[in-house]
């Protein structure tokens, strides 16, 4: 998932996740869908989200340096399974702070997932298909 890194020193260690990232995205982007007033599923459009990629650097000094970087693909369904619009969107955070911190980890990946998540929103493509999406 990621690589930690020291400024000053030829240091490398991977980094991994505990769990399984899925459920966090799906809760991610429906939480920031619902926030901006679209509902999806009951009988209408059906929302397919993909993590197509997740990357994290955290860069060691005296404080660290986070990067994450996301792929999410998104689909939108209509009822009868007829795909209306499909793409492709990146996110990306970027924070600050201490050093191996999970707090600082979390804030970054969701940050990431927001940034994607909206992308994901505000697609005109998106607008239009929910628009359209009903059989």
Known sequence: MGLRTHESKPLKADVTVASDPAPWVLEGVQSLLTQNGISLGGGGPKLIVSLNSLHTVE?????????AHMTLG?????????????EVDNGEG????????????QET???ALDDASEHIAESQGFKDA?????N
């Open 59 to 67: 860069n060691i000094w005296h404080r660290s340096s986070y990067e």
């Open 74 to 86: 998104a689909q939108l369904q209509s009822p009868t399974g007829r795909v209306c619009w499909k």
């Open 94 to 105: 970027i924070n600050h702070g201490y050093s191996g911190s999970i707090e600082n980890y």
């Open 109 to 111: 990946l969701n940050m």
């Open 130 to 134: 929910l628009c359209h999406c009903s």
